[in-house]
C-alpha cells in the first residue's frame, strides 16, 4: 500500500495531480477504493504458503496436455517385468490386486463373514463386479431384468458360481494373473479395425488386460469396438481371462457394465505396499523417476477432490470466489497496471541524460564497458573476463523506483557453479541475495539526477573490484 499512498499524496506525479483537481466526492471514493485494496491485501497476507516441493515433472512443465499420454508410456515401461527398471513384475502384481481388490476380494470377505445366512448366489454385475444375491432376491431380480429386456446384464447375472467353486475361482485365478512368462508383451496405442487406438495392452499366453487409461477425461470412447478387437484377438484365452479395464485418475460414473474401473490412488497404493520386496534389484535411477511420477499423480489426484481449482486451500479459494474480493482485485491490478505505466514513463523520460553520462563514462574507460538499451531498461555491460565471469549492470523502474541490479552473462545459464561465482560477486560488493537471483545494487528515487549518480557510482563501484582483482 506504501506505491499507493505516494501515489496519491506526490503532487508532481501526474495520475495525483489529476486526482487533486477532481471533486470531493470523487477524492472520497479514491480513498475508499484505497481503503478496500489495503483489506484485500491484508487478508491475502493471512494465507499460509503452500511449500510443497514441486515434482521434476511439474518443474519441467511437460507434459502439460499430454499428461494421460506419458503416463501411457510410463505404465508400458514399468509393466514389462524385463525392462531394465529391476522391479520385475510389481506392476503386473500390483495392477492384479488392485483388480481383484474391485472384483473379488471384497465379496471373499463378505462371504466369510457372512457364512450364516444361508443360501446365496455370486455373480457378475454391472462393471463386471462380483455381487451377492439371496436365492429369493436373485430370483426376483432375474424376473426383474426379463421383464426390462436388458439382454446384457441379465447374461452377466446368470453367470451364477456357488460360493465354494467361487473361492476356487479366486485362488486359482491370483496364482495365474501374477504369473509373468517370458511371452508377456506390454503394447501402447494399439489400432482397431476402426483404426481407434487402445491405450495399452498387457497380455501373455493365459490372460490378457486391455487399458484404457484416463487422467482427466471422462469415458466416452468407442469401448464397444475395444471389447471386439480383444475377443477377436485374443479369442484363444477364455472369457474370464480377458480383464477391461478402465484406469483413471478421478472419479467415474463406471457406466460401461463390462468394463472394470479401478483407480489410481489404489493402484498406487498396492504399489508402496509391494515395492519394499523389489528395492534390492531397483535401478536407483528408474526408481527415482517412477517415485516422481507417483508424486506428481498423487498431487494432481489431491487437487481434482479436494482443491478443484488447484493448488489452493479452502480459505484461498473461497476468497476468490467472492465476487466482491474478485471485483475489487480486477480494479487493484488495474490500478497497479496505470502506476507501473506512470513510473516506467517517467523513467525512459530521464534515459536521455542517462544515456548521456553513461556513454561519457564508457568512453573514458578505454572499451572496458560499453552502454546499450532493451525496451524500457538501460544496460552497461562490461566486456572484462573477471573470475566471477561477464558481469552487466541493469537499470529500470518497479514499484515506484529505479532499481539497479548486477548478474553476469554466465549466470543467466542458471547452473550450479556459476550460481557459487555469483555469491563470491555478491561477497565483492558487500550484499545479500537470494539464491537464483540478481544482486540488488540499491533501490532508488524516480528523479533525474539521482539515478544518474547512483548509476555513474555502481559502473565506477564495479570497474573498481575488476581492477583490484587484476
Sequence with gaps: MEAFGKLYHCKKNPISSRITKTSKRGKMETIQDFNRYEKILQQFALFKPNNRK?????????????????????LQFYLNPHNPHGLKNLFIKSLMETLIDKTRLEFAEYIKKHKDIGEFVVTRGPNSTLRLFTIQAYENFIKKLEATNNRMQLDLIKRGLQPSDFELELSKEESDLFDTPKTLCIEREVGTENDKRIDLLAYS??????????????????????????????????????????LSLKKQRETKDD??????????????????????????????????????????????????????????????????NSSDIEKLLARKREFDEVNRNTFLSFREVLRDSLNKLCNSKNGICHYWEWQDRSVVDIDVETSFGHPFIDIYARNGKCRIEIATREWLKKTELL?????????????TRNPQERIVLECCELQEKVIVERACYWVERLLQIIAEEN
Design 54 to 74: 514441486p515434482t521434476f515433472m511439474e518443474i519441467c512443465q511437460y507434459p502439460g496436455n499430454r499428461f494421460e499420454e506419458i503416463s501411457s508410456r510410463i
Design 259 to 324: 468394463w472394470i474401473y479401478i483407480y489410481y490412488r489404489d493402484f498406487i497404493r498396492n504399489i508402496k505396499k509391494n515395492i519394499g520386496d523389489y528395492l534390492q534389484n531397483a535401478d536407483n535411477d528408474y526408481l527415482a523417476c517412477l517415485m516422481d511420477w507417483i508424486k506428481t499423480l498423487e498431487y494432481k489426484q489431491n487437487n481434482m477432490e479436494s482443491q478443484p481449482m488447484g493448488n489452493f486451500t479452502d480459505e484461498e479459494y473461497k476468497f476468490f470466489c467472492d465476487e466482491k
Design 419 to 431: 550460481e557459487s561465482l555469483m555469491d563470491s560477486l555478491t561477497e565483492k560488493l558487500n550484499k
Design 205 to 246: 499366453d493365459s490372460w490378457v488386460v486391455c487399458i484404457e487409461n484416463k487422467i482427466f477425461a471422462d469415458d466416452y470412447n468407442p469401448f464397444g469396438e475395444y471389447r471386439s478387437y480383444v475377443e477377436k484377438r485374443f479369442k484363444n484365452i477364455s472369457e474370464k481371462r480377458r480383464f477391461l479395464i478402465v
